[in-house]
């Protein structure tokens, strides 16, 4: 059975600011492919959930890159069978600034 995944509100935003970026820079076809690899990463994850890097064990947080700028940060909710999504971290920020959350 495949886990279900969550968006929190911070994902949403964060993917919302990657695909606006690509819209105004880039051209259609990245905007494709960015959203082609976010769905292929979610539907690798949700199959095997353990797969990306652990960054935090203790929180239970991976991290899967999506593209050689952005990494999706997720929790894993073992009782609850679910992954939430975190947010789609640019790579190119400090990573200083990254917080988890509760």
Request: hydrophobic letters at 40%.
């Amino acid at each position: 059975m495949a886990w279900k995944i969550v968006w929190s509100v911070k994902a949403v935003k964060t993917c919302n600011v990657n695909l606006d970026y690509l819209f105004k820079e880039w051209t259609e076809r990245e905007v494709n492919n960015f959203i082609s690899r976010v769905n292929d990463k979610l539907q690798l994850i949700e199959g095997q959930p353990r797969i990306g890097i652990m960054l935090n064990k203790k929180k239970n947080i991976h991290g899967t890159l999506v593209h050689k700028k952005v990494t999706l940060i997720y929790r894993i909710r073992t009782v609850k069978k679910e992954i939430e999504l975190v947010t789609f971290w640019n790579n190119l920020q400090d990573p200083k600034r990254l917080k988890f959350g509760g």
